[in-house]
């Protein structure tokens, strides 16, 4: 089958940093998305790992194993509006792109 | 540059009628898909079309849902006799080519509300 893990919630102060991990079980893989998504909006695109290691954009960086089907997306110096929910989505067989069912991050002062 | 546009934002409908949801792709996009995202849930996978073909409805029930996108115009995904349980958000996406590795750029999405 299909699945993707992602914790369901976490809260983090502002300034901190912050992990957030996925991990994966699919019959294909051709890639791994992160999307943000704010409360009652459409998800907008963070990053897309291919190959094994870290990607760093800005605040933002992305990790891929693909040997251990793991993901995780790190931020940095975190910031009240960055509160939102992170969908992990992997790229599998097919046409199709597997969504998480999301981790709502809480951003506190 | 617009973006994917997605009409209507928000639309209430009584158990038994007919929606219809529009969704314009990103200029250059001709590969669109439609997601469900249920409250506090991900989003699920519908169906896949280029234009004026559907490449993959797994996603999609077998009864009341239909897509189209022809070749002028937007792309429609059409629920008939709605019932409670169709009550989400329908989202759309596109992309400039496929082969799973391409970016899906979403819309605003249709908040869809039966009653």
Redesign the interface.
Known sequence: GQN?DQPTEMTATEGAIVQINCTYQTS?F??L?W?QQHAG?????LS?N?LDGLEEKGRFSSFLSRSKGYSYLLLKELQMKDSASY?C?V????????????TRLFVKA | NAG?MQNPRHLVRRRGQEARLRCSPMKGHSHV?W?RQLP??????MV?LQKENI??E??MPKERFSAEFPKEGPSILRIQQVVRGDSAAY?CASSER????E???????TRLLVL
């Open positions: 993707i294909g051709n890639g998305f999307y909006e459409a998800p907008t695109f897309y291919v969908l989505a790229s599998g067989g097919g046409f199709k792109t597997i969504f998480g069912a999301g | 994917v898909y997601y506090e849930e991900g989003l699920k996978f896949y490449i993959d797994s996603g989202f496929t082969g799973g590795s970016t899906q750029y979403f819309g605003p999405g």
